[in-house]
């Protein structure tokens, strides 16, 4: 099985900001990667797919990078919106693990 | 605009089953493969299952497989999740979601409980 790592768990920034959370799989995926967002009582919401690639819809503040074991979201000036939890998501092979998460705080 | 809602869940007790259902709108629901995806209350996200487009290939997380079972109605535009066995642990909220892969569209998710 792909083991999927976040780091942080816990991010803390003001707006504003510039912030980078970082995925990494136990073993190559290529670059597919998925980034979630997801809010208090809500279902995630696709923002990155294919490692780079902005879903529509989402604004250009944020970004992806990476391929093979390590990835990276960063979120390029932080809106008071932004404060949730983000999920990376490998979908190279079953099971489709998810990253156990990032909550960006204030 | 796509739309995906999840039914079924509810409060059960250890060993018992529930079939959740998802209901699809506005897509090509049977050239799509459909997954469940599962978050226990507080912890983060669980892929669970998953089925391709004509139903016939189905892939299981471990922690499900032998228990739970994922099929689909094309005709009906719906897919469903019968979990038998129901371990105190299986407690989450199950979202139905589009494709395995990178899911783009996801409903609001219905909670299950299961009690000891």
């Known amino acids: 099985d792909i083991q999927m790592t976040q780091s942080p768990s816990t991010l803390s920034a003001s707006i504003g900001d510039r912030a980078t959370i970082t995925c990494r799989a136990s073993?190559?995926?290529?670059?597919?990667l998925a980034w979630y967002q997801q809010k208090p009582g809500q279902a995630p919401k696709l923002l990155i797919y294919?490692?780079?690639k902005l879903e529509s819809g989402v604004p250009l503040r944020f970004s992806g990078s990476g391929s093979g074991t390590q990835f990276t979201l960063t979120i390029s000036s932080l809106q008071p919106d932004d404060f949730v939890t983000y999920y990376c998501?490998?979908?190279?092979?079953?099971?489709?693990?998810f990253g156990q998460g990032t909550t960006l705080e204030i | 605009e796509v739309q995906l809602s999840e039914s079924g869940g509810g409060l059960v007790q250890t060993g018992g089953s529930l079939r959740l259902s998802c209901a699809a709108s506005?897509?090509?629901?049977?050239?799509?493969?459909m997954s469940w995806v599962r978050q226990a209350p507080g912890k983060g996200l669980e892929w669970v299952s998953n089925?391709?487009?004509?139903?016939?290939?189905?892939e299981y997380a471990d922690s499900v497989k032998g228990r739970f079972t994922i099929s689909r109605d094309n005709s009906r535009n719906t897919f469903h999740l019968q979990m038998n066995s129901l371990r105190v642990e299986d407690t989450a909220v199950y979202y139905c979601?589009?494709?395995?892969?990178?899911?783009?569209?996801w409903g609001q998710g219905t909670l299950v409980t299961v009690s000891s």
């Open positions: 294919q490692a780079s």
């Open positions: 506005g897509f090509f629901f049977s050239t799509y493969a």
């Open positions: 089925i391709n487009g004509r139903g016939d290939t189905t």
């Open positions: 979601a589009r494709g395995p892969a990178a899911p783009d569209n």
């Open positions: 998501h490998q979908y190279k092979s079953s099971p489709y693990n």
């Open positions: 073993q190559s995926i290529d670059s597919w």
